[in-house]
């Protein structure tokens, strides 16, 4: 259970992992077999694009990383339009928690509604510092409730064992099977790529593996 009591000791780790969560950034490493990465976690995947997009890419982040919450507002919105959105790149989002705070707001975008996933996951990266703090829950709450998240569901979610349980099994695997050890870490059909990439990193790896027209 993620407790409120949780959450605030989760909020005091959070300067810490802002610190290191990139300090293997930008360092590529082996690639893993595309077929064991495209198992879907005990939660399932949630996915952006086409499914027959010509590219995979599979995000392990975590909601509490700075690195991560960099990504998403410099990197990501071009790789959606450019990429995502023309049907080149299909994109899966998994949880890599690095405390308690992130599994906290990483449970909160699950229990949304599907369709607000997404769009919730990109609030919370870009309010971080608003709520990645000492006293988390009031702005967690409000940011919940604009995704049309009641009081009592919010509460319910942050009990949820099993989700919580499923969501840190998927991390041991990702750590133990693919080497996930710091975020954000992208695998572009497989390809490791460590920490925060820049629209022009990720555009060498994808372009030459597009089918040529």
Same mark, same amino acid.
Request: aromatic share 8%.
């Given at each position: 259970?993620? #407790?409120?009591?949780?959450?605030?000791?989760?909020?005091?780790?959070?300067?810490?992992?802002?610190?290191?969560?990139?300090?293997?950034?930008?360092?590529?490493?082996?690639?893993?077999?595309?077929?064991?990465?495209?198992?879907? /976690? /005990?939660?399932?995947?949630?996915?952006?694009?086409?499914?027959?997009? !010509?590219?995979?890419?599979?995000?392990?982040?975590?909601? #509490?990383?700075?690195?991560?919450?960099?990504?998403?507002?410099? @990197?990501?919105?071009?790789?959606?339009?450019?990429?995502? +959105? @023309?049907?080149?790149?299909?994109? *899966?989002?998994?949880?890599?928690?690095? +405390?308690?705070?992130?599994?906290?707001?990483?449970?909160?975008?699950?229990?949304? +509604?599907?369709?607000?996933?997404?769009?919730?996951?990109? @609030?919370?990266?870009?309010?971080?510092?608003?709520?990645?703090?000492?006293? !988390?829950?009031?702005?967690?709450?409000?940011?919940?409730?604009?995704?049309?998240?009641?009081?009592?569901?919010?509460?319910?979610?942050?009990?949820?064992?099993?989700?919580?349980?499923?969501?840190?099994?998927?991390?041991?695997?990702?750590?133990?099977?693919?080497?996930?050890?710091?975020? !954000? @870490?992208?695998?572009?059909?497989?390809?490791?790529?460590?920490?925060?990439?820049? *629209?022009?990193?990720?555009?060498?790896?994808?372009? /030459?593996?597009?089918?040529?027209?």
């Amino acid at each position: 259970m993620i #407790t409120r009591r949780k959450l605030l000791w989760g909020a005091s780790t959070v300067a810490i992992v802002l610190a290191i969560g990139g300090i293997e950034a930008l360092r590529p490493a082996a690639a893993q077999s595309a077929s064991d990465l495209l198992v879907p /976690p /005990p939660l399932g995947d949630r996915v952006l694009g086409k499914d027959d997009a !010509p590219v995979t890419i599979v995000e392990y982040a975590s909601m #509490t990383c700075s690195h991560c919450a960099a990504f998403h507002e410099t @990197t990501y919105p071009e790789l959606k339009k450019r990429y995502i +959105d @023309t049907g080149k790149v299909r994109f *899966i989002f998994r949880e890599f928690p690095l +405390d308690q705070l992130a599994a906290g707001a990483s449970m909160l975008a699950r229990c949304a +509604d599907k369709e607000q996933f997404f769009p919730l996951i990109e @609030t919370l990266f870009q309010q971080q510092r608003q709520w990645a703090v000492e006293k !988390p829950i009031p702005k967690l709450m409000a940011i919940a409730k604009q995704a049309g998240m009641s009081e009592q569901k919010f509460n319910a979610c942050l009990s949820d064992q099993k989700m919580l349980d499923a969501m840190q099994a998927e991390q041991k695997r990702a750590s133990d099977k693919f080497q996930v050890t710091s975020t !954000p @870490t992208l695998f572009i059909n497989g390809k490791k790529q460590i920490g925060g990439q820049s *629209i022009e990193d990720l555009a060498n790896v994808i372009d /030459p593996i597009l089918p040529k027209s």
